[in-house]
């Protein structure tokens, strides 16, 4: 299932406190873009405990229980884990990957809150999530019964709510001031192939490593830091993420570059930095300039300013990369009005990035 209308962890947020009370909730959305931990964060504020089920690891007496005779009559008696007396939050984590049969199982746990003759207690709250088609995970269809007794929304990554998050539990600062760089480097979709890719997760992941490495406080190899980023996010994200590294000696050289009191790194050996630079620069550009010029404020006036002059600069030491940061790349694109200002003082950079 892909919805048409995605909300962020915080809208997702007032969905389940207003929602799921009343009705079960199911949530969409990318493996590790932070479905798991939001709802057991959910249920923490909440003051109930979170049982967590993983679909794909059940079999369906792992939900309805064995039988047993007492008095000449079979019952089934409820596993341990939800036969509870206290009212708690059940998250059926890749509830779309089990079974059929496991899905039969749950009608009745979800829709109802009972299995068998047991009931959850009172002040229960079913919620169920899983990663969809698209996302290369172990996906099954879920069943017309299944899906219409839950109430379904679909999660997007927010940078700007993750940072928020990842200042409060203290994620590393190259972590950190990565991604408020380049925000749009927090999540990318996942490969065909069988590829580390950028989520919320992985980058929590190798902030985690990076602390445990010691990084920031003693210098560590570039073959390392290239290594552990490899190994966390995707290729490309990561190779910006180690020419970041090789310019932490100044970390405000790009808001310098932008102020017009320093320069593009212009050496050989600098020319990885240069692309993480320039990648930012048309980050800036499309995420802080107006779609409609008559919408500008002084501060987008003044980066339009100096954006035209920086990318003719650019283009006197690298063409190829002054042309990535006019050329339309994975949708997106600098604003049309700015384009044709490109067009009128560098139609050759234009034509050669079309």
Known sequence: MNLSFQVTPKELWEVLLSIAPVRPVFIWGAPGIGKSSLVEEF???????CVSLLGSQLAPEDIIGIPQVRDGVSEFLPPKMIARKEPYVLFLDELNACSQEVQKAFYSLIYEKRVGEYHLPEGSIVVGAG????????????SSALVNRMFHVQMKADAGQWLEWAYENGLHPWVIDYITQRPDHLFSVPPKTEEPFSTPRSWHML???????????KELPE??????????????????????????GNQHLFQDIIKGTAKWPSRPDERDVLYFLAQ???AKL?????EHKQKMNREAQYLAHRGKALIKELSSINYE?????????????LPDWFMVE????????????G
């Open 131 to 142: 990663n969809r088609t698209q996302d290369s995970a172990i996906v099954k269809t879920m």
């Open 223 to 248: 073959d390392t830091v290239r290594m552990l980023v490899y190994g966390c996010v995707s290729a490309s994200h990561a190779g910006m993420f180690v020419a970041y590294t090789k310019q932490l």
């Open 207 to 217: 902030s985690d490593i990076l602390k445990e490495y010691g990084a920031g406080e």
């Open 321 to 333: 990369i002054a042309q990535m940061v006019v050329a339309e790349e994975e949708g997106e694109s």
């Open 43 to 49: 249920a923490k504020t909440v003051g109930l405990p």
């Open 280 to 282: 930012s620069f048309r």
């Open 342 to 353: 490109i067009v009128r003082d560098l139609p050759r950079l234009v034509r050669a990035a």
């Open 286 to 290: 499309i995420h802080e300039l107006p």
